[in-house]
Structures are given as C-alpha cells and as structure tokens.
C-alpha cells in the first residue's frame, strides 16, 4: 500500500515546505489549498493521512476532521495551527483528530506522528477488511443461489431478521438451516453479541439440560464448581437449537419457561437466572404432527413458530447446484494448493441428476472428495461416488466393481490407510468399507 498523505493549507510556501520533507519520506503527497478543495480529494482519491491546518479560508479545519470522517472514517487527520488553544485541540480530539500540534513545534513532530497515524490506517483496514470478509461469510450474502425457492426463503429471513421474533426454521438436513440461523443473526440488532449453537441430538436429556442451563457446585456428583449454560453464554445474542425436535419432553417444559419469561432455574440453584436472549430452532421432523400426536409439547411448537421458514432441498432447487458445487471446488483447491479445476460437462449433469438427500451437506462432502481424486485440473464423472452411476458399465466399459475398487484404492493412498478417514471420504460406513476391501481383496 502505497501512503498517501494530503496537506490543505492555505500558506504556499507551508504547503511547499511540508510536501517536501514528507516526500523525501516516501510518502506520495497530494496538496490543497481550501477545506472544500481537500474534501473533493478525499471523496475521489486514496488517502491515508490528512494535514490540515485549523485557519482555512473557508471552513475551520477542526470542523474539517468531522466531515472527512464521514467521507471515509480510516483516514486519520492532524490538525496544525500558528496559535493553538486548549479549546480548540480538546474539540479536534473529541471530532476525531489523530493529534493537534503548534507551527513551529512540527519539525521534529510530523514525521513521528505521520507514522504512527499510518499505523493506525493500516490496522483500521485490515480490520475492516476482516469484518467484511466475515460479515459476507455470515450474512445472506453468504447464501449461494438464485433459485425462486431459496429467494424466498432469504427474503423472509431478512424481514425478521431486524426483529427479536422466535424463528422456527424447517428443511430436510443439510438444507444449510445453520447458515441461516447465523445470517439473521448477523443481520440483527445483536449481531456485536454471541451467536451460541447447540445440536440437541448430540447429548443425552441429563448433559442437554447441564449444557443449556448449567448447574451450581454441588449439584450433582463430578459438579465441583459452578458453571454457565449455553442460555447465560448467549446473553444478549442469538442460541440456536438445532435438532429441536430430540429435545425431551420434561426439558421442553423449561425451554417454554425461557421464552415465556427470560429466565430460568440451574440445576442445584434455588433462584432464577435472568437471560435476555434470541432463540432460533430447526428441525427436520415434522414438528406440528408430533404435536398433535403428543411427541412435542404443542405450546412449546406454537411459541417457537412464531416465524416458520422452510429451506427448499437441493431437489427443489436444481439450478442451484452447480454454482453451490462450483463455490466448493475453489474452496478445496484454495485448501490444497492446487491450481484452477473446472467440472466437465458429464460431470456436471450427474450432479444436477442426483437426488441429494443429503442436500449441500451431502454436495459439499462429495465435491471434497472429488478435489482430493482427481489427478487432473478437470474433474470427471467417474469420481464421483457409486450411486451416481445408474449403469452397470461407464462409456469406457469399465465395470461398477472395477471403478469402486479404483475409487476406494485411491483414497486409501490419500489417506495413508486410515479407514476412518477413507470411509468419510468415500461416503460409505466403516463397515461397508470393510466388507469391500475383503470382497476386493484390497489390504
């Protein structure tokens, strides 16, 4: 990054002398002459630094340093003036100023000062720079697709996003209901505040509880001190609750309590703990059915859908899968250090073809994969796994049994045998895999 530095001052032989010792420097220094001159410079051009004097002939240079932070908020501003006041260097601090010095006293302090403020530009942008890569990760922007069905799916995101509503969203798995739940989050008013995930099939009833609520000292046996549910962890933000639907019921019944009231009981506690938090949930099951059939508190669904979104399979949103495919194959190239990889046509139509039952989930699996097996910069349709291949025999009359034997080989290299690792990989369970590698005599 080149450091630009614009020097407004009204005093030529100032604005000469100043651009000439900043220059030998290094610095590429831009000059005005006026505050509004300056401000054009700073809305067309890149710069890094501004010295401004305070006495301009047509607006105040302390003033200045608000309405080129409004412009562009990194730049950072010195303030120079022949006759500085207390009052006047307090109020260019309070606008933002990096600093206020004296004519005459500049000499040995600019350059210093020069440097220390394009410190401050670099980190501010490389700050910025973070928190635009992460906000596009997080946002909706991070959804990839056109389709009608996902479209809609966004756009009744974004509506309540804004709100602190319960938001119920529904989809077979792998539909990305994560992804959403953390784009609405950042799309809120609480996106500065912790955004907590909990997958509620992960635990049995007993840990699902001590993880969501926490417990006091003494609770229960291995309980030595105290400890902060996910509920406390998440104060001000977002918990989401995926897999609502395992939940048990007798920990439903406390779930509701929070939503109700915001509060809740530890386990071993004796008092309420106030909480002020956002729940989202997800589920894949047909919450409304188990309801009615007593499976699922009927309350607890009725306050939870307060906002239902449903998210459209891959299966309902076929255009959709070669621009998802695409977004994952420059991911796992960027991973591998490996150049540009393009999908051949047949390639692309067995994907499209698929039933993806388990959606970007399953996509995201397979496109990894196939990065990882293919010995060239195009990826071919014999590398995808076995239930993509409806024929018996591929156009090159290689057999099932010849390409799986080839596949599982192949990933056992990569792997450097580890049959967990190829099982993932290849998409089968480790069982499986061991019956194909006795059945194939692959040791």
């Known amino acids: 990054m080149e450091n630009t530095v614009l020097i407004i001052d009204d005093e030529p032989k100032i604005l000469g002398l100043l651009s000439r010792i900043i220059e030998l420097e290094g610095f590429r220094v831009l000059q005005a002459d006026t505050g ?13 630094v501004v010295i401004s004097d305070v006495k301009l002939p047509d607006i105040n240079g302390v003033e200045l ?40 006293d500049d000499n040995d302090k600019i350059i210093p000062l020069l440097y220390k403020a394009v410190d401050k530009v670099r ?14 990760k997080h946002s909706f922007e991070g959804v990839i697709g056109n389709s009608p ?92 609750l995926d897999e609502i639907g395992e939940m048990n019921i007798d920990l439903q019944a406390k779930l509701l309590r929070v939503l109700e009231n915001q509060n809740f009981i530890k386990i071993g506690d004796t008092k309420t703990t106030k909480v002020n938090v956002r ?5 894949n099951r047909n919450l409304k059915e188990e309801a009615e059939n007593g499976a699922f508190r009927s309350d607890l669904f009725y306050r939870l859908s307060v906002f239902s979104i449903e998210l459209p399979s891959l299966s309902q949103r076929r255009a959709d899968i070669l ?62 796994p076995f239930e993509f291949h409806e024929l018996v025999e591929d156009n090159n009359g290689m057999s099932m049994e010849a390409m799986e034997r080839r596949q599982i080989k192949k990933v056992l290299l990569h792997t450097s045998g580890n049959k967990t690792e190829t099982s993932r990989l290849l998409g089968i369970g480790l069982t499986t895999l061991y019956r194909k590698l006795e059945e194939y005599g692959i040791s």
């Open 123 to 136: 980190l501010q942008m490389r700050v910025f720079d973070l928190e635009r890569k992460v906000g596009k």
């Open 149 to 240: 069905a996902i479209l809609e799916s966004i756009e009744m995101a974004r509506r309540v996003a804004s709100t602190d509503a319960t938001v119920l969203l529904l989809g077979e798995t792998g539909t990305g209901k994560e992804v959403f739940a953390q784009a609405i989050h950042y799309e809120s008013q609480r996106r500065m505040k912790p955004f907590v995930a909990l997958n509620c099939s992960g635990f049995n009833p007993e840990l699902l509880e001590s993880e969501l609520f926490g417990y006091r000292e003494g609770a229960f046996t291995g309980a030595s001190k105290d400890k902060k549910g996910l509920l406390e962890e998440a104060n001000e933000g977002t918990l989401f």
């Open 279 to 283: 729940i989202i949930a997800a589920t």
């Open 65 to 104: 340093v608000l309405a080129i932070k409004e412009i562009k908020p990194f730049i950072e501003v010195i303030n120079l003036t022949a006759f500085g006041t207390i009052a006047d260097g307090v109020r260019a601090m309070r606008n933002g100023a990096f600093d206020y010095i004296i004519k005459g």
């Open 323 to 384: 621009p998802i495919a695409k977004y994952y194959l420059e991911e796992f190239t960027a991973k591998v250090n490996r150049s540009e990889m393009i999908m051949d046509k047949e390639f692309s139509a067995l994907l499209i073809r698929h039933a993806w039952k388990g959606n970007i989930r399953e996509l995201k699996n397979v496109m990894e994969r196939v990065v990882i097996l293919s010995a060239s910069n195009t990826i071919t349709a014999d590398l995808l």
């Open 36 to 48: 509004k001159a300056g401000l054009k410079i700073v809305k067309t051009k890149e710069v890094h």
